[in-house]
């Protein structure tokens, strides 16, 4: 038998090496808090649980959900993005839902054809999936370099005109995981300006994009309608739902729809109609993502104050909750995953997202308050 190559050769998902550093700690009796999951510790918003009890009170017959989500649902997500960005959407033609956003991104290459060598592009350090699932279906794969320098954006301006010809997908993910980087309005209309002029498609992963911390929510690919993007959106973070697995993808050009429809049918990754009627109840209401990001916003002061009392650099921690930071006497990731381990911390080395991660480090705060008051204590135990 003849193996994926990739799955043969590849290092393993950082997620699993650091689980297994963790359990080899915890053999040893060392306690380490894991700071290393972007999942939420604090509760389901409410009526979401509430919803799916009532809902599976009802289901007597069990029946296949739709691939693309039932009507309520994709009529739900199309209220709150008229309501939230002022986004005119079809839910019969413009929105299909997903079972949480992770999945959709790993199944969106095979939409297209990448025999004739266009490439697929994503930032230098990125949520892992997007290169995972080039690397399993072989796809031609560009990183786009990103560091302190540029803002930890992709510079479209250092991108040639016969480089742009080469691309066919370009992943933007804004607010960023892991810097937390932000895109501007402005800069999301030059890429869309880019994609019809060369010809390509922006997937726009937004999964932070409703826990910020300003006055304004970040800007959407969903405020430009554009006929060369898809939105990928999720509940697992605005709600709390992480294990619901509910998520939609949106595009002001319905053709993508209609071909993302008949590609996603034979997956099989239709979402439960009662675990919909929760994300139902989730999107109804637009005032819990902003408690949520209110009480995170409070981790957030506490943890980036005692982090620049040890003379830690935190880059920009506008949204999402995650922290990125380097320190100058700790100038490898591994010094710092180290020295946080040995404090009682365990969180991402910057090198895990991509080697221009060197030096850095991810820590998630998406924690209870008692555990957010013990990783202050930690980080005051910690030596640099
Ligand atoms: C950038 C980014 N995109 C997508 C996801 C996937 O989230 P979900 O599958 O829960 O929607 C995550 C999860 O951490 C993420 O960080």
């Not at 109840?281 to 620049?308: G, T």
């Amino acid at each position: 038998m003849d193996f994926n190559p990739y799955l043969v050769e590849s290092r393993t998902y950082f997620v699993s090496a650091l689980q297994a550093r963790l359990k080899e700690l915890n053999a040893q009796g060392k306690e380490v808090i894991s700071l290393i999951m972007g999942d939420p510790l604090e509760p389901t918003y409410p009526p979401v649980r509430e919803a799916v009890q009532a809902a599976l009170a009802d289901y007597t017959v069990s029946q296949y959900p739709k691939t693309e989500g039932s009507l309520a649902y994709r009529q739900a997500v199309s209220d709150w993005a008229k309501r939230y960005y002022g986004a005119e959407l079809d839910p019969e033609t413009q929105i299909i839902s997903c079972n949480g956003s992770k999945e959709a991104i790993f199944h969106l290459p095979l939409l297209f054809d990448w025999t004739t060598g266009k490439e697929m592009w994503i930032p230098s350090l990125s949520y892992p999936v997007y290169a995972e699932s080039a690397g399993i279906q072989h796809i031609p794969l560009r990183l786009l370099p990103l560091n302190a320098e540029n803002g930890f954006l992709p510079d479209l301006d250092a991108i040639t005109p016969e480089d742009w010809k080469r691309c066919q997908v370009f992943w933007i993910n804004s607010p960023h995981n892991p810097t937390t980087a932000i895109a501007s309005r402005e800069y999301l209309e030059r890429l869309l300006k880019l994609a019809e002029q060369y010809n390509f498609l922006v997937c726009s992963d937004e999964c932070y994009n409703e826990l910020y911390y300003g006055d304004e929510p970040p800007a959407s690919c969903l405020e430009i309608p554009s006929q060369h993007c898809l939105v990928f959106r999720s509940l697992s973070k605005r709600s709390h739902m992480t294990g619901y697995r509910m998520g939609a993808l949106m595009s002001f050009n319905p053709e993508y729809i209609r071909l993302l429809s008949k590609m996603r049918a034979p997956l099989g990754v239709g979402t439960p109609d009662f675990i919909q009627a929760g994300g139902i109840a989730a999107l109804a209401d637009d005032e819990h993502p902003r408690e949520y990001a209110e009480r995170y916003r409070v981790k957030r002061d506490k943890l980036v104050s005692e982090l620049e009392a040890k003379g830690f650099d935190v880059f920009g921690a506008q949204a999402g909750f995650y922290l990125w930071f380097s320190h100058p006497s700790l100038p490898t990731s591994s010094d710092l995953l180290e020295a946080f381990i040995d404090a009682g911390l365990l969180i991402t080395p910057g090198t895990a997202f991509g080697d221009d991660g060197e030096g850095y480090a991810r820590l998630c705060y998406c924690v209870t308050n008692e555990v957010c008051e013990k990783i202050i204590l930690a980080l005051r135990r910690l030596a640099v």
